[in-house]
């Protein structure tokens, strides 16, 4: 199986547990792996037969205007859901990282894993 990256994705939202980070607009940094089989694509060089990464990049800023929540995790499972069913992803690893929110880490953040690979 193949997979498809998508590393390092900004995305802007409004996210967090504390009042005061409901009042602003965060940065989360998105890293995606998205198993597909890209030889009917690469044989016909035809998008239509692939993940379309910028449709799946658009998809997610849209989800992260749309949604507002407390927890990483919650954005992370909610957005997994998401992108495998408008985007019929067999298996994704997710890693949501949160920029500044421990002064001591660069960011903190979490990976999950959804589906299963043929």
Not at 88 to 99: A, D, E, H
Not at 105 to 112: D, H, K, R, T, Y
Request: charged share 25%; glycine share 4%; hydrophobic share 50%.
């Amino acid at each position: 199986m193949d997979r498809i990256l998508i590393e390092a994705l900004a995305v802007d939202t409004v996210i967090g547990v504390y009042d005061w980070e409901r009042t602003i607009v965060q940065s989360l940094s998105l890293d995606l792996s998205l198993a597909t089989d890209i030889r009917p694509a690469a044989a016909a060089d035809d998008l239509s037969l692939t993940l379309d990464y910028a449709a799946i990049c658009q998809r997610i800023q849209r989800f992260a205007d749309e949604h507002q929540f407390a927890l990483v995790e919650t954005f992370a499972e909610r957005l997994a859901e998401c992108l495998q069913q408008e985007f019929s992803i067999i298996w994704l690893r997710l890693t949501v990282r949160k920029p500044g929110a421990v002064p001591q880490a660069a960011s903190v953040g979490l990976e999950i894993t959804r589906g299963t690979l043929p």
